[in-house]
């Protein structure tokens, strides 16, 4: 079974950027990937996709500022985050899509805060 784990996350002001990675213990070649957040008090939400071809799907509140890219030579998925808000923030997570238990890793808390 493959092992994510996600890093990148820290604190930034409104507006500033931030680049997660999601490192895969083994292939990620043959599944669709996904970012995922939650924020306090709230249910994990799904932020972006990206299927085996590359083709990417964003959720409204993200699109045009947020970009998920996949290096399948590294095993490796990333989450580019443009024009951060304060409603961003969240620990995000990545996972299969669609999403599956025994995938979820610790996450990488964002926080957007002047």
């Known amino acids: 079974q493959v092992q994510l784990v996600e890093s990148g996350g820290g604190l930034v002001q409104p507006g500033g950027s931030l680049r997660l990675s999601c490192a895969a213990s083994?292939?990620?070649?043959?599944?669709?990937m996904g970012w995922y957040r939650q924020a306090p008090g709230k249910q994990r939400d799904l932020v972006a996709t990206i299927t085996t071809g590359g083709s990417t799907n964003y959720a409204d509140s993200v699109k045009g500022r947020f970009t998920i890219s996949r290096e399948n030579a590294k095993n490796t998925v990333y989450l580019q985050m443009n024009s951060l808000k304060p409603e961003d923030t969240a620990v995000y997570y990545c996972n299969l899509d669609p999403p599956k238990v025994p995938y979820w890793g610790q996450g990488t808390q964002v926080t957007v805060s002047s």
């Open positions: 083994g292939s990620i070649f043959f599944y669709a």
